[in-house]
């Protein structure tokens, strides 16, 4: 935030700017120009020929009615997301269970809106995604910070434990977990659904909360790992969301989604802007389900080069967290910040999620990870791990 | 808000919903297959060929990159835009003093994200756009009522006292006004202004606030009339609000924008969520914006409509309010509900604000505003409108 160049004297410190919101910067990972930059967990694969083709012929087809409203509801895409998601839930999901809104923080912030604000708290396990806090702060929502063990996993009866004395109104998990790549045992859902309930049936409705597993790292996940939408039928609160950023290569399309009971949809409905989702973005999204199975393709190449990373970083002396998503988190450094600005010299940008000793890395192309392994090598000569 | 079919027992009333949501319903306009729709005050021109082409071009280019996360600052678009209102200004405006989001409502949103909020209020001068109070509400901002004179307009100095007394953090004001079609004299809003000033002088920062001027039908005002973007060099704490939805055809894009101090686009990034502007938004919006020529000549085709409407209204003994936008609100009718089904009978859609006795209609194509006249002729032959 520099000073204001109009001239008008106005600044952020004579304006009304909401008190909790004082002394904040905005949200944002540096985006530099690096040769291989492998810091926000996007998927490096861009979309076939075929695909970018199809997105184009599918937008000049929405143009020649964008003078119109979309689709408020969406019916279409939500119904594609549900067929979409069957595969994992194990039962089809129709457009009245899913949501969608412009990326997956649009879908959290609209639960916010509804479940949270003033008086309300959400509660979280740290280290996780940081823009769930963030999420929280701008609408009003208090925050809870449940800290993970050493391993950063989350012990059932903790989880039910910490729920029972603080009775969120939301509650925050994600699996695979980001910045840790943990995934979640579906045990330690059940217990949260269970503990928000029992809130509910002791305290009444205003004490109950609705649980949320972000999924946004999903299609990632070691092969036998269930998806936390196979609790839905038994866990009526749960809201489960979902990105198309990651494994659909959609980074720059904006849609996230989410499956939940129609009810908490409904709730969703009265915080929703009008419109909300571009007859773009319906159309783009669509075309890009169209073509699931080309792009799931992509995930098994990135699964291939994350297990690759945890592999050599192992073999150079480092240490990582097992990983169920498209990235991994490693160590541990003495200085992980003098790391990451060694890395950044040899034109590998990773991450500096702010946890002591740790970076994360997006497992990228084959050459792209090439590329970050030969520099770490590098880099661990001079700026050797902590030993286990 | 039907009972939820999942079986699970959950509903909205069970679910802990925000208790200022209860009872609300999701706000929007009947979604009805009309043949002639002139309910929502969309553009009734889609795009030409060359646009819808150069539209899918630009959505293909932007595709080949989809994978990657989108310009966070959407800096040329920005740009874009900040040269576009030149014009209408009289002074360029650079990017730091433009912010564009998913619709001039995520707009209007984030303002009461970072100024509003729990314990704050908004005030606004109604019949005026009925989604300034609620996205107060979903934001927990308070809302302050003021109606306006039995001509729809303003007093300054009604307007000034208004503020002193309440010393709201958001003034809205609209201009032209929608419902109403009201334009705002450039003193009501330079009162509005030295009022928040003059508060902020008395009572402290968070005493001050900001006057938002929505101008969604800014382009479609009568000639001679100036838009309150002339005032941003003396009123520091004057955000003007614009859309791409009306004058440029793009109702299916979402592309709302402001121009305001750099200060304020400052504390707007502190409650954007990251990347909120698809790639997709922002090849449009530019795409359109280089075709801005042609698109305001439908403007010039719809304003010929309206003042059409205005005269034939009048010619059928009905009222109508004075438009600067692209619709009318006409009466008046002993019971304006019979007279919107009677018109919806005859196949076409118009729309009931609520306001007793009078109807808004959008100016159509010139086709679609005959079949109107034609319709309301007839309609009023069995109910007549209250003579003036």
């Not at 169209?290 to 190449?301: M, P, S």
Request: net charge negative; charged share 20%; with cysteine.
């Amino acid at each position: 935030m520099t000073p204001p160049p109009d001239g008008s004297g106005l600044s952020l410190e004579t304006l009304p700017l909401r008190a909790d919101l004082r002394g904040l910067t905005p949200y944002g990972a540096p985006q530099l120009d690096v040769s291989v930059r492998l810091n926000t967990n996007e998927n490096p694969h861009p979309p076939s020929a075929g695909l970018v083709d199809a997105i184009g012929k599918a937008s000049a087809l929405a143009a020649t009615e964008v003078n119109r409203y979309p689709d408020r509801e969406a019916e279409a895409l939500r119904a594609d997301l549900g067929a979409y998601l069957a595969a994992d839930a194990g039962f089809p999901l129709r457009p009245g269970r899913i949501w969608a809104a412009n990326g997956s923080n649009e879908v959290l912030q609209q639960i916010c809106q509804a479940f949270g604000g003033p008086g309300r708290t959400a509660l979280g396990f740290t280290p996780s995604y940081s823009m769930h806090p963030l999420i929280a702060l701008a609408t009003a929502t208090g925050w809870i910070d449940e800290p993970r063990g050493a391993d950063f996993t989350i012990r059932p009866e903790a989880a039910a434990d910490a729920i029972r004395a603080h009775r969120p109104s939301i509650v925050f998990l994600a699996s695979p977990n980001n910045p840790t790549g943990t995934a979640l045992p579906l045990d330690v859902v059940a217990a949260a659904c269970a503990a928000v309930a029992e809130n509910a049936a002791v305290g009444g409705r205003d004490a109950g909360g609705v649980v949320v597993v972000d999924e946004a790292y999903a299609e990632f996940r070691q092969a036998g790992v269930p998806s936390a939408l196979t609790l839905l039928p038994s866990c009526p609160r749960l809201i489960v969301t979902r990105t198309m950023s990651k494994a659909f290569t959609l980074a720059g399309a904006r849609l996230g989604y989410l499956a939940a009971d129609s009810a908490i949809v409904d709730a969703l409905h009265l915080v929703r802007l009008p419109y909300h989702l571009s007859v773009f973005t319906q159309a783009v999204a669509r075309t890009a389900l169209a073509h699931t199975g080309e792009l799931l393709g992509t995930v098994e190449a990135i699964k291939v080069q994350r297990d690759r990373i945890v592999d050599e970083v192992r073999a150079l002396g480092g240490q990582v967290v097992p990983s169920d998503a498209n990235f991994i988190l490693f160590g541990r450094f003495p200085d992980q910040a003098a790391v990451w600005s060694a890395l950044l010299d040899r034109d590998v940008l990773v991450r500096d999620v702010g946890l002591t000793g740790w970076l994360r890395v997006t497992a990228g192309t084959e050459a792209e990870t090439s590329a970050f392994l030969t520099a770490l090598a590098d880099v661990l000569t001079h700026l050797p791990p902590i030993r286990p």
